[in-house]
């Protein structure tokens, strides 16, 4: 079975719905942090009104939390952009989080608990959209090298259907979007993380660089 190439299905999803149109379609954008939502931000600006949805209950410590939330609104209010950028924070609440993972919390990164994350999150984004009249809504979750774009695509299929709000499917990686997001972010001296989000990942990378320290290497 072919593998579907989502940066082509996300062309054909803005040509058949922005190319030439008197009205702006409007796109809600999960972002988990400020320097992946850069590329994404340069590329649906384009074409879309953008609303950035900084919904993230699993991002630990708190501090955490708050420093990424301040960076999406500076690159936000800084970044020009062809149509309007808005910013919407959505409920912090850890605990939602911990009750939904419960008895995967010592799965390596990248497994079933992430997509459990990936769900919630893209739930509370297509319930947003549905209910404040967005024409689609999608994520940057798949501008990251590390992040499963076909499980996130798969998700956000199944949400269009059963909230009735369009998924706008993507892979932002593609095209050299990392590299770009990266270029972008050094370009706006933006505070970087070392971890996706999560208690989990902080302990797993933690214990990876303390054994590349051990070892001699120096990332």
């Not at 379609?25 to 649906?44: A, E, F, M, R």
């Not at 997509?115 to 959209?129: Q, V």
């Not at 499963?148 to 299929?157: M, P, Q, S, V």
Request: one cysteine or more; aromatic letters at 14%.
């Amino acid at each position: 079975m072919n593998k579907i190439n989502y940066q082509k299905e996300m062309e054909r999803i803005i040509k058949e719905n922005c190319a030439g149109g008197s009205v702006t379609k409007k796109v809600l954008l999960h972002s988990c942090c400020g320097p992946c939502s850069t590329y994404c931000i340069q590329t649906l600006a384009e074409y879309f009104e953008v609303t950035v949805f900084y919904y993230n209950p699993n991002i630990y410590p708190e501090d955490e939390y708050h420093m990424r939330a301040k960076e999406q609104k500076r690159f936000i209010e800084q970044f020009p952009t062809k149509n309007n950028v808005d910013f919407i924070e959505g409920i912090y609440d850890q605990d939602r989080f911990y009750k939904l993972t419960k008895g995967l919390w010592d799965v390596p990164e990248g497994g079933s608990r992430c997509f459990l994350c990936y769900r919630m999150r893209l739930e509370e984004s297509a319930k947003y959209a549905k209910d404040h009249g967005f024409d689609f809504f999608t994520t940057t979750l798949s501008i990251s090298p590390l992040k499963n774009a076909e499980k996130l695509n798969e998700i956000g299929g199944m949400l269009e259907k059963e909230y009735g709000v369009g998924y706008l499917y993507s892979d932002f990686k593609k095209k050299d979007g990392y590299k770009k997001s990266t270029e972008i972010s050094k370009e706006y001296n933006m505070y970087r993380q070392y971890y996706c989000g999560c208690i989990f990942s902080k302990k797993q990378r933690d214990e990876e660089i303390r054994k590349k320290k051990e070892a001699g290497i120096v990332e």
